[in-house]
């Protein structure tokens, strides 16, 4: 079993930044695909960026330039730098990991962007 712990999400203004967190109960960020993901009220969960065992990233289109994954594999952490935030961006983070033919879930972070 994998627990993740996500964090630093928060309020922040249109145009502002927040780093957000997700800690892995075991050391498996580095051999692992991590992605992080997020849900709006009324909307599906949908794919924001991902970072490969092999440190490949991949973004949405709507994230791309603005958005960083990036891990550290010595605090079994990964992270997201979100900058120039946009109100449409306001939902729930979501950190998962696919290993080992499973996939794993935290419990989500609230960002919030006001106009």
């Known amino acids: 079993q994998v627990q993740l712990v996500e964090s630093g999400g928060g309020l922040v203004q249109a145009g502002g930044s927040l780093r957000l967190s997700c800690v892995a109960s075991?050391?498996?960020?580095?051999?692992?695909?991590v992605g992080w993901y997020r849900q709006a009220p009324g909307n599906q969960r949908e794919l924001v960026a991902t970072?490969?065992?092999?440190?490949?990233?991949n973004y949405a289109d709507s994230v791309r330039g603005r958005f960083t994954i990036f891990r550290d594999n010595a605090k079994n952490t990964v992270y997201l730098q979100m900058n120039s935030l946009k109100p449409e961006e306001t939902a729930v983070y979501y950190c998962?990991?696919?290993?080992?033919?499973?996939?794993?879930w935290g419990q989500g972070t609230q960002v919030t962007v006001s106009s």
């Open positions: 998962n990991v696919y290993t080992g033919g499973s996939d794993y």
């Open positions: 075991r050391n498996i960020v580095s051999i692992s695909r």
């Open positions: 970072i490969s065992s092999g440190g490949t990233t």
